[in-house]
């Protein structure tokens, strides 16, 4: 298999704001998307998403389909309640991939495998497919447990190392400890500088290639192309000093991540 280079809505934060005179909708990001080459489209932690009516969510849809563009959803939280409405939007968009992340606030680790139990059996049954992010509320080894007890082909973990980092873990550590669960890559690079005065670092993002994650170990250890993984593009891109200069830098992040996966993926 070869590697499967996605965009998402991080991709477009803020393009699709209100920083943006002219927000970018759903469908100008998704054709945006398709003809940079992106292969994948994941609506990750888009609250506009969840007002949309059927008829809406059946034309992004159709946008997606017309631009041969594969469809994601990504959101927030476990929650029985919460997941199901995901899950039939996901199909109404004719996506069978939904990416969350546990939330320890909202719903304790203890009582995380029994709510993802019932909801995992029944998202495999419709042929959906749930992926667990890997961030600083909880531990990778803590996620890693989780998805092993599960123990369904229907879970497994978004693998995006630069998350952990605010629990200090290294991201090397993450990548080889979540490797063999992995099911979906949020590909976004960081790096640490130094505050005014030489007193504490400032932690952020990066154009890709640029900062201290290493993709290729994190792709050799995922197996990401042998496995034919989504390898989807975000950012985490400061807010420049005006408008146009943050969505001009989001638009060169953003074809630079392209370009860079695909030199890495010939």
């Known amino acids: 298999m070869s590697a499967v280079i996605g965009l998402s809505t991080y991709a477009y934060l803020w393009r699709w704001s209100e920083v943006n005179p002219k927000p970018m909708t759903l469908q100008e990001m998704i054709i945006d998307a398709a003809e940079l080459g992106a292969e ?29 563009v594969i469809l994601e959803l990504g959101t927030r939280g476990i929650r029985s309640d919460h997941l199901q409405r995901y899950g039939h939007i996901a ?22 495998t ?40 229907a879970l497994g973990i978004v693998l995006d190392p630069g998350n952990c980092v605010a629990n200090l873990e290294l991201p090397h550590d993450v990548v080889e400890r979540t490797a063999a669960w992995v099911n979906n890559l949020h590909i976004k690079d960081f790096t640490f500088s130094r505050q005014p005065g030489w007193v ?8 890709l290639g640029e900062g201290l994650l290493d993709y290729s170990a994190m792709s050799q250890a995922a197996d ?36 860079y996966l695909r030199s890495k993926n010939q």
């Open 114 to 153: 029994d709510l993802l139990g019932g909801t995992v059996d029944d998202f495999s049954a419709r042929g959906l497919t749930l992926g667990l992010e890997t961030y600083e509320q909880l531990s990778s080894a803590e996620l890693v447990g989780l998805v092993e007890t599960v123990n369904s082909p």
């Open 200 to 207: 504490g670092f400032y932690f952020s993002g990066a154009p």
């Open 40 to 68: 994948v489209f994941q609506i990750c932690d888009y609250a506009p998403v969840e007002t949309l009516s059927s008829a809406e969510l059946k034309q992004v849809r159709s946008t997606a389909a017309s631009h041969d």
């Open 91 to 112: 199909e109404a968009l004719g996506a069978t991939f939904i990416r969350s992340m546990v939330q320890p606030a909202d719903t304790p680790v203890h009582e995380a």
């Open 224 to 259: 990401a192309a042998g496995r034919g993984l989504h390898q989807i593009i975000e950012h985490w891109l400061p807010r420049r000093g005006s408008p146009e200069e943050t969505l001009r830098d989001e638009r060169m992040w953003t074809q630079q991540a392209i370009d």
